[in-house]
């Protein structure tokens, strides 16, 4: 590492293999990249520069700040993505249909620094969600909750601490999603557990039913003894 900041760098954060990198303004990146690519013959970097101010790492966008030496950030979506989430229309639990929109909001607010780019990003989930079959109403009302949500979880609200009897034993069931009898043998289910087994907090997956394609073959199975069992490795230094 004393080699890297002898080169020039400055910070250095990575998260699996791709890395965020600050450099001094005149420090030479080739020979960054030298001493990364001489440690491992295994291993080969490569790298990409800020482009008028920004720059995308993994799903955020980037933007320099150079009046008030500030990084913003917003979410970063690559050219091939298709604006695809599951259908609103599709034979599914309405759990994973949530999921999609949820998972989107909740990436806006942790990812998007200014209330700018929070809007415009709110309007680009809306966008999504319509070309999927979604209502309006329906993502904005997700939108309200989980934007109070995460207005609450802001404003430091201090709660009490629950004693060690309140704790509840969370359990996981997973059942075959068949529309209305799922959901009235998921009722069924938590009224007894509030009647019986109080410590308990069952919590629910809609297994979706096998589409077709899952009924048919369409390829020839390949034998076992037919099959290559390959084993890759990269072998240390030390080895």
Known sequence: MDDLINA??????????DTFVLVNSITCIDNILSILNNFHPSTKFTYKIEDGDKLEFLDVLITRSIGCQLFETT???KPTYADLLTNYHSYVSMQYKNGGIITMVNRALIICSTYTSLAAEFNEIR???????????????IIGIKLSQYRKKNNDV???????????KRMYV???FIENATKEFRNKITHLCNKLRLDLDIQFFMEPS????MLYQTK????????????????CTQC
Request: hydrophobic share 30%; net charge positive.
């Open 210 to 213: 096998p589409a077709v394609q």
């Open 75 to 77: 979410i970063y979506r």
């Open 127 to 141: 966008r999504i969600g319509l070309l999927n079959g979604y209502t309006s109403s329906f993502i904005d009302t």
């Open 158 to 168: 201090i709660q009490s601490p629950q004693s060690g009897s309140d704790v509840k």
């Open 174 to 176: 997973e059942i075959p």
């Open 220 to 235: 020839d199975p390949t034998n076992k003894k037919m099959k290559s069992d390959v084993v890759y490795s990269i072998k």
């Open 8 to 17: 020039g760098v400055c910070e250095w954060h990575r998260y699996v293999d």
